[in-house]
């Protein structure tokens, strides 16, 4: 038999993890449905089988919260495989959901299987259904994240960003409390090495967190003002800005004006909004701190991610330069952090590891803004990391070795984009 290509590995694994009508990022370390995974996966979904894509999607938003937030995390099953599972989340959900949410890929996901979709019926009637959810999601973001209407949100949450454990929250964690948060067991640390995860200190801090926003009982229009973490991420607004652009043109095709109206003002605010994050000696963006509205000196992957929306030529040309620059001092990019700062780690999750799905991201907006070579560098370095060390959550960059969990979705999903 000739060997399985890299692509239809990819779609295995992808198959390996569907849970029918939503997809697990992987088996044992994450046993729900993700946000941002999800929508992420409907992209490779969509080149096997376009209606099971627009239906993971679907699956989300039919647990969005009435107030229009979408939880990072769906537990459609019971397991004890995962900590802090619902009984720590305790929002009474008819299904449960953690309380927080996780970057609005939704709005770009969308639009990127509408415009390639083949069945363009099926397409029409879907993206419909789905875009005042969508909408709704990135009213509520401004709503309850942006309370003095910046044009960009803060995250209440490492969790929320989806780079745990980035260095970019250290300073803003060291605000946060520890006592009181009492005795627990994690899981993760029992499925993938602990080199490779979040510390304890920064777990008593995440579950501080969570503890807190519980005994709000989850009430969002009170969380913003009663957290000690709010961070102005350049990564977490780029896609929000992206996926409210990306709306915006949606909503043109579908002929819904006054969505489209509001979500190109919201991005247009939001790009204007982003220029007091520039760094010009770190040639990126950098987060700011709101509690004490000061840039974070951490030069990481969310703001170099932020070439994803629409930014100014001069600055994603500066950033294609900041990715040249670090290629130079790892065999894979793009890392997570810049292997110069000493707080760089290597295999410890975003704090230095390549991940496909930034990769997925940068590349694209990269490509956007006509630096190819600089994206496609990018591209095969993701390919050649496939081909070394198998479909990994997340790779050391100096050594190319598969870190976390294995036979990862999301990971599987970009490969499956990437090829197509
Ligand atoms: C917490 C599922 C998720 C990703 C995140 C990644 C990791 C969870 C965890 O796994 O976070 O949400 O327990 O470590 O950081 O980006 O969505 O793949």
């Not at 409907?42 to 089988?49: I, Y």
């Not at 260095?167 to 993938?192: C, F, K, M, N």
Request: proline fraction near 6%; include cysteine; charged fraction near 20%.
């Amino acid at each position: 038999m000739a060997p399985q290509t890299a692509y239809d590995r990819a779609v295995n694994v992808l198959k390996q993890n569907d849970r029918g009508t939503y997809t697990v990022p992987t088996k044992g370390l994450y046993p729900f449905q993700w946000n941002w995974d999800s929508c992420l996966t409907a992209l490779g979904q969509r080149h096997v089988d376009e209606a099971r894509a627009w239906t993971e999607i679907e699956t989300l938003f039919a647990h969005q919260w009435e107030d229009g937030m979408v939880p990072h995390i769906v537990f459609h099953e019971v397991s004890d495989q995962y900590f802090p599972g619902p009984e720590v989340w305790r929002t009474n959900r008819p299904t449960p959901t953690s309380g927080m949410t996780q970057p609005p890929v939704a709005g770009f996901a969308a639009k990127r299987i509408f415009d390639g979709a083949k069945d363009r019926v099926l397409a029409e009637e879907r993206a419909r259904r789905l875009l005042p959810k969508i909408n709704a999601w990135h009213k509520w973001f401004f709503a309850n994240r942006d309370p003095h209407g910046e044009g960009l949100v803060a995250i209440l949450h490492p969790w929320e960003s989806g780079r745990d454990n980035s260095i970019d929250w250290d300073a803003a964690l060291e605000r946060v409390p520890t006592e009181g948060v009492g005795e627990y067991s994690r899981r993760d640390t029992q499925h993938a090495d602990p080199a490779h995860r979040p510390t304890k200190t920064q777990y008593d801090r995440y579950l501080w967190l969570v503890q807190r926003f519980r005994s709000l009982n989850w009430d969002n229009s009170r969380l913003h003002d009663a957290s000690p973490f709010q961070v102005v991420d350049p990564g977490f607004n780029a896609i929000l800005i992206r996926s409210c652009a990306d709306l915006a043109a949606m909503a043109d095709a579908l002929d819904e004006p006054g969505i489209a109206a509001d979500n190109r003002a919201w991005a247009n605010k939001g790009l204007a909004a982003m220029e007091g994050l520039w760094s010009e000696p770190h040639g990126q963006y950098l987060c700011r701190d709101r509690t004490i509205n000061t840039l974070i000196d951490s030069a990481s992957i969310g703001g170099i991610l932020a070439t994803f929306a629409a930014i100014p030529s001069g600055r994603a040309h500066a950033i294609a330069r900041t990715v040249e620059r670090l290629s130079q001092s790892v065999q894979f990019s793009v890392p997570s952090h810049d292997p110069a700062d000493r707080r760089f780690d290597a295999p410890r999750y975003w704090r230095g590891p390549v991940w496909l799905v930034t990769n997925y991201m940068i590349a694209d907006g990269l490509a956007a803004a006509g630096e190819n070579a600089v994206a496609k560098l990018i591209i095969d370095s993701s390919l050649e990391l496939i081909e070394k060390s198998g479909f990994a959550e997340y790779y050391d960059p100096i050594s190319g070795t598969p870190c976390g969990g294995g036979h990862f979705t999301w990971t599987a999903a970009m490969v499956v984009e990437f090829l197509s």
